[in-house]
């Protein structure tokens, strides 16, 4: 292959020299290969590999959709992954590699200790990481928001100082520790608090050295080493320079920043691009995953039939704030969970949409969430929403309503809009976690 390969050759190397070692499986899929692509049954996973490598790689990622459908359908060994669809996603993470090189020399290169990824989804950020400072990405189904997302980045927390650990080093260490000790079970089953809460009753960490050991241990099972990934402006230990270049070396642990963490500090000129790779990324890679694991993917309910924990009522022109709230969200609690317009685009697109919206406000939701300023109540569609809203408050189901504000209009029915928190004190982030405290003590609607 000329250079040296990159982690995400190696892992799929390792991937296909699996199936090879089944020669039925091995040559079901190279003839499967061979047909989609047009070219010669492959002789072994070196020749295949070196294949890939001469493929554009848009051409590639077109060619593992092609025969994803197939490679879902047979069934894995029970408690074991299937290898024929782990070789596709390793083929296509390779794809997304080749492509994501040649975009960076429109957006530029990357430093490993200040990766500035301006993109605003986990997923495609991580892969960016992973392959800016080899340390690969492992992709699994979230089974919150059933689809793919890389377990192996931390997202951001505010420190845990509530378990006893003090200052940011202690902090970072309880974090990647934590991370460590799950991964011995299900790195998908991240129980942070739980981990967190083990490593506090034992009173102290493990030495520096055995958290080398740890994360060692964890890049050979997971095939990729822990990442921090940061994506808001609020406190972490990583945001300090000196601090985020010491576990970066140390423990080979880097921190990325995406999505609002690199406000303000890319040019504006890069934003087009950075989008556009964000959307191929997460297209070729959530349809891979949704072909390769059908039965992982939850049908789509009728609109009118499910139940959400929270909706978000707004203006139109407060929507790239509202967007992000939905955004942190969604992560959260899942797709299903959140009632956010633009991800139901297709099912409110209906002649009798405005009884169908006052439905979901009114009866659908544990908690209707309204972004009030500007002209709000005057907007038809917030007008519909407002008279839920407004019916909910008559009946005294008022703990059912959670207000924000961008200005002090007034707004019928709101008599003191001081109890409305000021969006302007808060950035989405923080918008998204007093949404998701007030859900702690919002029971679900009998």
């Known amino acids: 292959?000329?250079?040296?390969?990159?982690?995400?050759?190696?892992?799929?190397?390792?991937?296909?020299?699996?199936?090879?070692?089944?020669?039925?499986?091995?040559?079901?899929?190279?003839?499967?290969?061979?047909?989609?692509?047009?070219?010669?049954?492959?002789?072994?996973?070196?020749?295949?590999?070196?294949?890939?490598?001469?493929?554009?790689?848009?051409?590639?990622?077109?060619?593992?959709?092609?025969?994803?459908?197939?490679?879902?359908?047979?069934?894995?060994?029970?408690?074991?992954?299937?290898?024929?669809?782990?070789?596709?996603?390793?083929?296509?993470?390779?794809?997304?590699?080749?492509?994501?090189?040649?975009?960076?020399?429109?957006?530029?290169?990357?430093?490993?200790?200040?990766?500035?990824?301006?993109?605003?989804?986990?997923?495609?950020?991580?892969?960016?990481?992973?392959?800016?400072?080899?340390?690969?990405?492992?992709?699994?189904?979230?089974?919150?928001?059933?689809?793919?997302?890389?377990?192996?980045?931390?997202?951001?927390?505010?420190?845990?100082?509530?378990?006893?650990?003090?200052?940011?080093?202690?902090?970072?260490?309880?974090?990647?520790?934590?991370?460590?000790?799950?991964?011995?079970?299900?790195?998908?089953?991240?129980?942070?608090?739980?981990?967190?809460?083990?490593?506090?009753?034992?009173?102290?960490?493990?030495?520096d050295a055995v958290l080398k050991r740890g994360l060692d241990r964890y890049e050979s099972q997971q095939g990729a080493r822990p990442m921090f990934g940061l994506n808001s402006s609020d406190h972490h230990p990583m945001a300090v320079t000196v601090l985020r270049q010491e576990f970066a070396t140390q423990f080979r642990v880097p921190t990325f920043f995406y999505a609002a963490a690199t406000r303000g500090r890319l040019q504006d000129a890069e934003a087009d691009v950075w989008n556009g790779l964000q959307g191929d990324l997460l297209h070729y890679l959530e349809t891979l995953f949704q072909q390769l694991y059908p039965q992982e993917a939850k049908s789509m309910q009728a609109l009118e039939d499910m139940r959400f924990r929270v909706a978000l009522s707004f203006a139109g022109e407060h929507r790239l704030y509202v967007r992000d709230v939905a955004s942190a969200l969604t992560e959260k609690l899942g797709r299903e969970a959140v009632f956010y317009d633009y991800n139901f685009k297709s099912q409110t697109a209906v002649p009798d949409s405005d009884l169908l919206l006052q439905h979901i406000y009114h009866d659908q939701s544990d908690l209707v969430v309204v972004f009030l300023g500007g002209n709000y109540q005057g907007k038809e569609w917030c007008g519909l929403e407002w008279r839920a809203v407004r019916d909910l408050i008559k009946k005294r189901d008022g703990k059912r309503i959670m207000f924000f504000r961008f200005d002090n209009v007034p707004v019928d029915g709101v008599f003191s809009l001081d109890l409305a928190i000021d969006c302007g004190e808060h950035s989405s982030a923080e918008a998204a976690s007093l949404i998701l405290e007030r859900l702690q003590v919002t029971l679900p609607k009998p």
């Open 1 to 207: 292959m000329g250079e040296a390969p990159t982690r995400l050759q190696e892992n799929l190397l390792a991937r296909l020299t699996a199936l090879h070692g089944d020669r039925g499986l091995w040559e079901d899929f190279a003839q499967g290969w061979a047909q989609e692509c047009g070219t010669v049954v492959p002789a072994d996973p070196q020749a295949l590999i070196e294949e890939c490598l001469q493929h554009d790689p848009l051409d590639l990622l077109e060619a593992t959709l092609g025969i994803a459908p197939r490679l879902g359908i047979a069934p894995a060994v029970t408690g074991k992954s299937n290898p024929r669809c782990e070789v596709a996603i390793g083929m296509c993470l390779l794809a997304c590699e080749k492509y994501i090189v040649q975009q960076a020399r429109i957006v530029g290169a990357a430093p490993p200790d200040d990766m500035l990824i301006g993109v605003g989804h986990q997923l495609a950020a991580a892969l960016v990481a992973g392959v800016w400072c080899q340390n690969g990405v492992r992709i699994n189904i979230d089974p919150k928001v059933r689809k793919p997302v890389a377990v192996n980045v931390l997202p951001q927390h505010a420190a845990p100082l509530e378990y006893g650990f003090q200052g940011d080093r202690e902090c970072a260490k309880a974090e990647l520790q934590a991370l460590v000790n799950a991964s011995l079970a299900d790195p998908a089953l991240f129980d942070r608090p739980a981990r967190l809460q083990e490593l506090c009753e034992r009173g102290a960490l493990p030495s």
